[in-house]
């Protein structure tokens, strides 16, 4: 396979419009995020365009999640400006999918594999349009691009945890969204389904879909990425990896220890740990 990091920064990595985008898909501006009122992280200014990609990053209760839930529409935006193409965040669900760190359909209904990855088409089929065949060819694809073609009809709680990832990734696939908005997507993987999901990243930016994720990955994901926000209940830089992805920044956002050569390992010494809001259920 052909070097993902190479075929990614292929695209303009500016913070300008790419791909013929005249638009930004995701504008921020002075945005206060947080939860009962309360901001968590304030002043976050970023713009993703059409293709692009960008890597949250920081400790657990940095503000990652809590960003990711209100570009969704899951949390209200506490102040300034946000808009998901054009318009207030809740107007374009058809057009994103959303991967949430947690997950609870494979534990209340008794449905297979494939069943969970149908759901990614059900956004665009509304209340009553059936699955066609073309519905199902998506979603087989989906399955193979994670590798879990096999699973078809295996039962999701009968699947390990990294089985259970991919089938959940499989399902943001299927949608085919013009954004994709991803909670810690490795988690469970193992360095397979890692490369799969790498792969499969690298093949929806091609697509002309954009990314927002939120990772622990330095090395290799955010590295990837076009644009990174270090995080730490405030928003320690913004920019491309080459120029964010410092130790003076990393120190700042997590405090690090390099050993090796051209090895980052990160140590979470303080700004929290837990969820964004440990008052809040998960």
């Known amino acids: 396979m052909a070097n993902l990091k190479t075929e990614i920064k292929v695209t303009d990595k500016t913070g300008t419009a790419t791909q013929g985008s005249n638009s930004p898909y995701v504008l921020a501006r002075h945005l ?94 509304g209340l009553w349009q059936r699955m066609n065949r073309r519905d199902d060819e998506i979603v087989l694809a989906a399955m193979r691009t994670m590798g879990i073609e096999n699973l078809v009809d295996a039962p999701l709680r009968l699947l390990s945890g990294g089985q259970q990832q991919r089938t959940y990734l499989a399902q943001v696939l299927a949608h085919q969204a013009d954004l994709l908005i991803l909670d810690e997507p490795t988690a469970g993987l193992d360095a397979g389904g890692r490369e799969l999901y790498l792969h499969a990243v690298n093949e929806e930016l091609r697509r002309g879909a954009s990314v927002i994720v939120a990772t622990h990955d330095i090395q290799e994901e955010a590295a990837l990425c076009h ?5 730490a209940r405030k928003v320690i830089a913004i920019g491309s990896p080459e120029t964010v992805l410092t130790p003076e920044n990393l120190m700042a956002t997590f405090g690090i220890v390099i050993t090796g050569e051209h090895k980052l390992h990160v140590l979470e010494t303080h700004h929290g740990h837990g969820p964004d809001n440990p008052d809040m259920p998960q």
């Open 32 to 125: 206060n995020i947080g939860y009962t009122g309360k901001a968590i992280v304030s002043d976050i200014n970023f713009t993703l365009s059409k293709g692009e990609a960008i890597a949250l990053i920081g400790t657990n209760g940095s503000g990652k999640s809590t960003l990711l839930k209100t570009l969704v529409s899951l949390l209200p935006s506490l102040g300034g400006e946000l808009s998901i193409f054009g318009k207030p965040p809740g107007n374009n669900h058809t057009r994103i999918a959303y991967l949430g760190q947690f997950h609870s359909s494979g534990f209340i209904l008794p449905i297979r594999a494939v069943d969970v990855v149908r759901m990614g088409r059900f956004p665009l089929l």
């Open 227 to 231: 644009q990174v926000m270090l995080l």
